[in-house]
């Protein structure tokens, strides 16, 4: 793999709702220049939104310099195609093949879970690490991979998804009392996926499971930090949870970190809290921290997109 730091990349992060513009001069470091709202109707309308947008802050940059996109969805390294429910516009186009003819620039795309990694493995907490694995715990749950600096792409996009697939407990021991833990119809048209349990809405739903109490994550989250016993048995039965497959997945990959992004990173007692179940679980043992909030919450996506786009 190499890197050209030195070359100016635009940049854009794109979800569901908005469409964040950047321009990057120097390697992790992102100048937010527009935000607008994301077409997800039209093809034709993203186009000419991403032609705008570029012809409006373009006057000072090289005219071929490359834009790097993060955005929702799965991106298929076999077809280029984005698949994002939320953006039905993408679909049935290879989204960096067709915008690098039109906008007469080299275009890469990666999946935001993906930037994120890719962020955190060359300039965030897994700087110059060797396994390096980003993971996402907001709304839900997701990941990234990225080995010796390069982001790992697999079979339709997947890689360190391990929101999804039944490995959830349905049984758990609490207070020497033995709970059920309900396997619930996912998105992906699965039962029992980490997906419903691990983020924040997770949260909410084990605790109005265990308590029949409706909550938000945050008031659960500040009811554990207080010492509330049915808030601490909600987060002592998500710990559990989500912890599991974690040290599974450490232990496939050899994870040299594992690096937390999304809305729940910002909690550092529970990544913490976190931290130690895995430790306390793999196979090898870590005397330092493995599981670490990451430096880029929230603008993972711009700042993987400027490592994304120097890449070759």
């Known amino acids: 793999m190499m890197v050209n730091t030195g070359t100016a990349v635009f940049c854009a992060d794109i979800g569901g709702s908005f469409i964040k513009f950047g321009l990057s001069r120097q390697q992790g470091e992102v100048t937010v220049l527009a935000k607008v709202a994301t077409p997800t109707q039209s093809w034709d309308e993203f186009v000419l939104a991403m032609q705008m947008l570029l012809n409006e802050h ?16 799965l991106v298929s390294p076999q077809s280029g195609e984005v698949m994002a429910t939320n953006i039905p516009s993408f679909a049935g ?3 960096a093949a067709e915008l690098t003819q ?16 890719l962020a955190e493995a060359h300039v965030g907490e897994g700087q110059g690490l060797p396994i390096v694995v980003g993971i996402i715990l907001g709304t839900g ?55 419903m349990l691990g983020g924040a809405r997770g949260i909410e739903r084990l605790h109005f499971e265990l308590h029949q109490q409706t909550l938000t994550s945050h008031q659960i989250i500040e009811g554990w930090q207080a010492g509330s016993f049915q808030a601490v048995q909600t987060l002592n039965a998500w710990l559990a949870l989500v912890s599991e497959p974690l040290t599974l997945m450490v232990n496939i ?56 786009g120097r890449q070759r």
């Open 93 to 95: 186009h290879n989204l």
């Open 141 to 195: 749950v997701g990941g990234g991979l990225v080995f010796n600096g390069q982001l790992v792409r697999g079979h339709g996009g997947v890689t360190g998804e391990w929101g999804h697939g039944a490995i959830t407990r349905t049984e758990l021991l609490l207070d020497n009392k033995l709970v059920r833990v309900p396997r619930l119809l996912c998105g992906c048209g699965q039962s029992g996926c980490l997906d």
């Open 102 to 117: 039109i906008l007469k620039r080299k275009v890469s795309v990666a999946n935001d879970a993906d930037c994120f990694a």
């Open 58 to 73: 373009g006057a000072e940059v090289a005219a071929d310099a490359p834009l790097a996109i993060s955005t929702a969805g």
């Open 253 to 308: 990959l050899g994870a040299t970190r594992v690096v937390v992004g999304g809305g729940l990173a910002s909690v550092i007692p529970l990544i913490a809290a976190l931290d130690q179940r895995v430790r306390e679980s793999t196979l090898h043992k870590y005397p330092q921290p493995l599981v670490v909030p990451g430096k880029f919450v929230n603008q993972g996506g711009l700042v993987g997109a400027s490592v994304l």
